[in-house]
């Protein structure tokens, strides 16, 4: 679905000069709805990115407009919660109509507090969303797209909990299943020579996944808790092309961490653990091994923090190879200058080792933003970032420079 340019005009002219990065100082106003609590909120980008099709061929440069508007219906039952959620993304592209797109998000979720003992979260999403050109699939070849291509996303989880509250120990068990469709995108649908060949190019990607886990949590302190995991999941793919073997996977992992909270001056979580991901086909490469995720919250004044996270791990591939194996280091700094102006700072890097290719990637990015908080429910903001890749294939390369405007509103 794409929104006709001409109905959001006069909204996006007033818009046009603002961008929202960072929406939390938003205190929203919930309305009285047929016993429901209802909260929409507004959230409006003004972007111009350098090569917002991530080519290393031909930088092309844009202004892009998002508008995305969005409700929460929610209520309270005693200690039972249920929640429904509703967000559509509408992107324009100012020097290339044919890269607009318009996503949705729905979701629900049901919160039961079933006695002392016994707790019940059950949630589900629904994602119809394009991929932009030079993103995901296409890294490297945006040029031989004409448009983002459309999935649509099919997400639920069921996760129980034994034990009281105030419980030392207390076990988490969970399932969760993930289905992904793409819209079909044959040849005459791209930029390349007509060969007669009927292929569906996004049928191969296509795929469903199964997984299950359970979580010992055990209390150490007030504030202090260790953790024991263990998951697994089954990955299968739906249309291998013509000789062509199945991804399908098993990925096995367990975990063993500690969190904290509450201490003077930071909180985090370390869990430290080992995957190993196997394929049905003996001839793709499995891998396995040490793997983490690591996040601490360190706020030495009140007003300011810095925010650091990693993590080592496996994700399905994207086009080329069998798997990815991503490495990530994230660092953030937050200052309160005054009561309504505060500034953030961020720096990325991760390596991308795609198995059973020869492709090994290095992202980088940086960013900086300052936010105002002009009143209790609007929000503006101004952000500057940088994203480069460097990888030992040439055509993968590339340099992104933005700068965004925003504002962010509830009612």
């Given amino acids: 679905m794409k929104f006709c340019r001409k109905s959001t005009v006069v909204f996006i002219a007033f818009l046009q000069f603002f961008a929202i990065t960072y929406s939390y100082a938003i205190e929203p106003h919930n309305f009285k709805l047929q016993g429901f609590e209802f909260t929409p909120q507004i959230k409006a980008t003004q972007r111009y990115s350098d090569n917002f099709a991530n080519s290393n061929i031909s930088d092309e440069g844009s202004w892009l407009t998002t508008i995305s508007p969005s409700f929460e219906l929610s209520k309270n039952y005693n200690l039972n919660r249920i929640q429904f959620n509703y967000q559509i993304t509408n992107v324009n592209y100012w020097s290339s109509q044919d890269d607009d797109y318009t996503n949705h998000k729905l979701s629900a979720l049901t919160f039961l507090d079933l006695d002392v003992r016994h707790r019940l979260n059950i949630s589900a999403d629904y994602l119809n969303e394009y991929e932009e050109r030079g993103t995901g699939y296409s890294i490297g070849f945006a040029e031989i797209l004409k448009e983002p291509t459309a999935s649509e996303t099919l997400q639920s989880q069921i996760r129980y909990n034994y034990g009281a509250k105030t419980a030392q120990g207390n076990v988490e068990l969970r399932y969760s299943f993930e289905q992904i469709k793409w819209d079909s995108l044959f040849i005459d649908e791209l930029n390349l020579p ?69 201490s003077a001056l930071t909180t985090g979580y370390v869990r430290l653990g080992y995957s190993s991901k196997e394929f049905d086909y003996s001839l793709y490469e499995d891998t396995d091994g040490f793997r983490w995720q690591v996040g601490i919250l360190w706020t030495p004044l009140t007003y300011s923090n810095f925010d650091f996270s990693t993590s080592k791990s496996v994700s399905e591939a994207k086009g080329q190879g069998s798997s990815i194996e991503n490495t990530d280091y994230h660092l953030s700094w937050q200052h309160q200058w005054l009561d309504r102006i505060a500034t953030k700072l961020t720096a990325g890097y991760s390596e991308d080792d795609y198995g059973d290719s020869e492709r090994y990637d290095d992202n980088t990015s940086y960013s900086a933003t300052i936010y105002y908080k002009m009143l209790r429910n609007l929000d503006i903001s101004a952000t500057v970032a940088n994203s480069d890749r460097k990888s030992n294939i040439n055509t993968v390369e590339y340099q992104e420079n933005i700068i965004e405007f925003g504002i962010s509103a509830s009612f």
């Fill in 194 to 262: 007509q060969t007669g060949t009927d292929l569906d190019f996004t049928a191969n990607r296509e795929y469903k996944q199964h997984k299950i886990g359970t979580t010992f949590f055990y209390k150490t302190g007030a504030y202090t808790k260790i953790s024991f995991s263990v998951d697994t999941s089954e990955v299968e793919y739906q249309h291998p092309r013509p000789n062509e073997e199945l991804l399908d996977s098993t990925l096995t992992s367990a975990f063993v961490g500690v969190e904290w909270q509450g």
